[in-house]
């Protein structure tokens, strides 16, 4: 783990440790913390933004419930993930996945400052991901996105490691095969050659 | 034909190593010995270059928006539902059900407080005894009288009228009866009468000692 990776869980941990005291000025700022990355990983799960803001309360209502028995075995950032992770899923499993077009959503929803090559990196993710079942868009994220490790993430997804890694290369080998095509010439001459 | 598997087994390993290279979480090695590798593959080199633009994209916002303060608002105020509902008399949160329930049980409570009181009161003025319960003591002008083995029930009952007696009290273990005068002011003569009938083999004031 980074140095700064250990610095965030010390925080994160002191303010779970307020949180079981009723401290709702440490929810809070662990709340804000973790919405953009929780929204983004959840996205993963479900284009739909009322079930996303849905699922990531559903989970902060467990984790302000049960921050004084955090146990402390894993990474706090693990451990909140992974309780939106079964959120979500319960989450669509009661309503459906009922992914929203990008064409469906409304402006007000569309980030203001979006750079030409942003959106055009987006539309080449989500054109591949669309490729992919949703356990492995969430191995993705969590390995590309996130930066967990394969233990990591078979914690948060509650199963075997070798689940995972099946799911991983599962996921790079249908992206392998459909990204250079989404890509197009022009963005392969682009990439510059590490 | 060995250079090929070699190459293989290499490409393999920097498939392997890719997202834990680009994570920065590999080991200094690997990495080093991935950009070896990378450098002379161009096969892999397109894979990585691929795999950073994923990293790349991953790592942008989404374009899903949830308003944070909006949705730490809701939060806060589900908790504070919560809460107050908690602190609510448990009562309050039952269905009609259990309410009713509750009536019924106080009802019954009551009906039963109130019918023990007046048969506890009733049995403080007990205006019977039964004839398996001892002769109270303080009876005025009862008799132990023992009749004879032999006498008939029918010259017992006779004697007993003619004497204005009733029976207050036994046989007992030796066969004595416990009689009272209808009227206490007979008792002396009754007692005398009973001594002189025939068929009695004994009386004697209750009252009296042995």
Redesign the interface.
């Known amino acids: 783990m980074?140095d700064a990776d250990i610095d965030a869980d010390e925080t994160d941990r002191l303010l779970l440790q307020r949180m079981a005291a009723g401290d709702?000025a440490a929810?809070?700022v662990l709340?804000?913390s973790y919405?953009?990355r929780l929204?983004?990983f959840l996205?993963r799960l479900t284009?739909?933004?009322d079930v996303?803001?849905e699922v990531?309360?559903d989970c902060?209502?467990i984790v302000?419930q049960k921050a004084g028995g955090f146990n402390g075995d894993s990474r706090v950032s693990t451990w909140i993930i992974g309780i939106a992770y079964r959120c979500g899923l319960k989450a669509l499993r009661q309503r459906g996945d009922e992914p929203?077009d990008?064409e469906n959503?409304p402006e007000?929803?569309?980030?203001s400052h979006?750079p030409g090559e942003?959106r055009e990196?987006?539309d080449?993710?989500g054109k591949?991901m669309e490729r992919l079942s949703a356990d492995q868009r969430v191995v993705?994220?969590l390995?590309?996105?996130v930066?967990h490790?394969l233990d990591d993430v078979a914690a948060i997804m509650q199963c075997p490691v070798g689940t995972v890694k099946a799911r991983?290369f599962h996921a790079?080998v249908k992206?392998?095969n459909v990204?250079?095509a989404l890509?197009g010439d022009q963005l392969t001459q682009k990439?510059?050659?590490? | 034909m060995k250079l090929t598997k070699d190459t293989d087994r290499d490409c393999a390993r920097a498939?392997e190593a890719m997202?834990w290279v680009?994570?920065?979480?590999a080991p200094q090695e690997q990495s080093a010995w991935l950009?070896e590798h990378?450098a002379g593959c161009e096969s892999c080199?397109?894979?990585?270059?691929?795999?950073?633009?994923?990293?790349?994209?991953?790592?942008?916002?989404?374009?899903?928006?949830?308003?944070?303060d909006?949705?730490?608002k809701?939060?806060?105020g589900?908790?504070d539902a919560a809460d107050a509902e908690q602190a609510q008399p448990h009562v309050r949160n039952g269905s009609w059900f259990t309410r009713a329930l509750v009536a019924a049980v106080l009802v019954q409570a009551l009906g039963i407080g109130v019918l023990g009181v007046k048969l506890w009161s009733e049995d403080a003025v007990q205006s019977y005894r039964t004839l398996s319960q001892s002769t109270p003591a303080a009876m005025p002008g009862a008799i132990h009288v023992v009749p004879d083995t032999s006498m008939k029930l029918a010259d017992w009952n006779t004697l007993l009228h003619s004497l204005q007696l009733q029976v207050v009290g036994g046989p007992n273990d030796v066969g004595a009866y416990t009689v009272v005068p209808a009227h206490a002011a007979g008792a002396t003569d009754a007692l005398q009468q009973l001594r002189s009938a025939h068929g009695i083999r004994l009386a004697e004031p209750a009252t009296s000692g042995p």
Request: glycine share 6%; with cysteine.
């Open positions: 980074k709702r929810l809070a709340y804000r919405h953009g929204c983004r996205s284009r739909r933004a996303i803001e990531v309360n902060f209502w302000w929203v990008d959503i007000d929803r569309i980030p979006d942003d990196l987006r080449w993710l591949g993705v994220e390995v590309y996105g930066g490790t991983l790079r992206l392998r990204l250079p890509a990439e510059s050659v590490p | 498939w997202p680009l994570q920065d979480s950009t990378l080199r397109e894979e990585f270059a691929q795999q950073s633009r994923l990293r790349l994209a991953l790592a942008l916002p989404t374009d899903v928006q949830v308003d944070a909006a949705g730490l809701k939060l806060l589900r908790i």
